[in-house]
C-alpha cells in the first residue's frame, strides 16, 4: 500500500478549493440542501445496510440513520434481519423475549406483518425486530418456492406506509441477506476504515452483481459509508485513499470517526440522535441522512 494517498484534484489546483476545505474523502464537500418536506408518505425506497464482514458498524449505521431520517420528517421502518437480534436490542427491545419476530413473516405459518411491528421512542420510526428464531429461517427457506422474494412478500403490505425501509443485514452473503437485495432499491455498504474490510469489497460488490442481473434489475450501489475512521493515522487516510480511488464518487462524503459514544447508546437503548443530540456522531449520521435522502428523492 502506498505511504501516502493520491492528490486529489483540488489539491492538485485543477479546482479552486483550498485544501483546508476539503473533506475527509479528500475531495470538496458536494453541495447537498437539507430535505424539504414531505406532505405524504410512501412508497418505500428500501435499502438493505449490508456488509459481510462484522464490527463494521452496520447495525449502528442503521440505527442512526433511520433516527436521522426520522428527524429530517420521514417515516422509516427498520428490519432487523440478524439473528443476533443487535438492531432490536440497539432500540432497547427485549428482543429474546418476543413470540413474534421477522422470522414469522419469513416461513409458514405466516404472521401478519402488522402483528410483528413494532413503534420504537422515536417519532416517525418503526421497527420489525428479530431473535435468535431467525437462524433457522435460511434452513427452512431452502426448500420454499421464491425463497428468494419471502422478505418482498412480508413488505409489501406496510412499503406504502413508509418513506424509507432500512435491512439490518446479517454479517454473511447467505440466503438471508440474498433477500434483502432481492427487494431492495439500492445498497449502503457501512466499511470499516481498516485495511481488510477493503478486501471484502470486491466479493460483496460482486454479490451485488449477480443479484442485479438474475433477480432484482432495480438493485443498485447506493454508497459506501466509512466508518470508525481515525484521521491520525496513516493507515486510516490510506484505506480512505484506496476506497475513493477505487469507488469514486459512490463514496459518502460523510465520514464516521471512531468514539466511545455508540457503544454507550446501546447500552441505553437509543439512537445517539436522541441520547447525544449535539455530538459529533449525531451530526454525522444528520449529514448522512442529508445525502442518502437527496439521492434517494433527486427526481421527485
Known sequence: ?????PRSRAEQGELDVPAEKLGPTGRPYRDIPDPGPRDKHGPAVIIAMCNQKGGVGKTTSTINLGAAMA?????????????????????????????????NLLVPPYAATDDVLMRTRVDGLDLLPSNIDLSAAE???????????????????????????????Q???????????ACADNVVIPMECEYFSLRGLALLTDTIDKVHDRLNPRLELGGILVT????????SREVMSRVVEAFGDAVYDTVINRTVRFPETSVAGEPITSWAPKSTGAQAYRSLA????AANERTE
Open 171 to 181: 454479517p454473511s452473503l447467505g440466503l438471508l441477506t440474498v433477500n434483502a437485495l
Open 290 to 293: 442529508r445525502e442518502v435522502i
Open 228 to 235: 470508525m475512521f481515525d484521521q491520525r493515522t496513516l493507515h
Open 1 to 5: 500500500m502506498s505511504a501516502s494517498r
Open 71 to 103: 428527524e429530517w420528517g420521514r417515516r422509516v421502518l427498520l428490519v432487523d434481519l440478524d439473528p443476533q437480534g443487535a438492531l432490536s436490542a440497539g432500540l432497547g427491545v427485549p428482543h429474546h423475549e418476543l413470540d413474534e419476530t421477522v422470522h
Open 139 to 169: 434452513i427452512q427457506l431452502v426448500t420454499e418456492v421464491g425463497r428468494e422474494q419471502a422478505l418482498a412478500r412480508a413488505l409489501h403490505p406496510v412499503a406504502d406506509r413508509y418513506d424509507y425501509i432500512l435491512v439490518d443485514c
